[in-house]
């Protein structure tokens, strides 16, 4: 809507200049100005965005994968978690993100998970806190 709204008003602008006595040429070189501009200003606010969605892909996985921890040391609290356990107790990865076990056991349970698009490794601890 927004966007519809600007054209229009590109367009009623190019065109006014054009009945004024500009060559619709010379309007349309506005037009093309006005569009080359918005999209510099939208392309790299779009990459922003893609990195934002990276990182809270990565931040979810990290707190699925001490959900399912926390469900296997349930079962078995003198254990050791490894990726094969945690996929038996519910946890999928997204695609593309990369999770680490640095410490499986239930007191000192640390792990880590990134993606490779997004420019931060989320690292949970034994009590669920993640951080950046």
Request: some cysteine.
């Amino acid at each position: 809507m927004r966007i519809e709204a600007q054209f229009n008003l590109t367009f009623s602008f190019a065109v006014g200049l054009c009945v004024r006595g500009s060559s619709f040429f010379d309007s349309l070189m506005i037009v093309i100005a006005i569009i080359g501009i918005l999209a510099a200003i939208a392309v790299p606010q779009f990459q922003a965005y893609r990195t934002r969605g990276f990182n809270a892909q990565a931040r979810s996985d990290a707190k699925n994968a001490y959900t399912a921890a926390q469900a296997f040391f349930t079962d078995s609290p003198g254990g050791t978690v490894t990726s094969a356990l945690l996929s038996n107790y519910g946890y999928r990865a997204s695609s593309s993100v990369s999770l680490a076990i640095n410490d499986g056991s239930m007191t000192a349970l640390n792990m880590s998970a990134s993606h490779p698009q997004g420019n931060t490794a989320y690292v949970i601890d034994s009590g669920g806190q993640i951080t950046p």
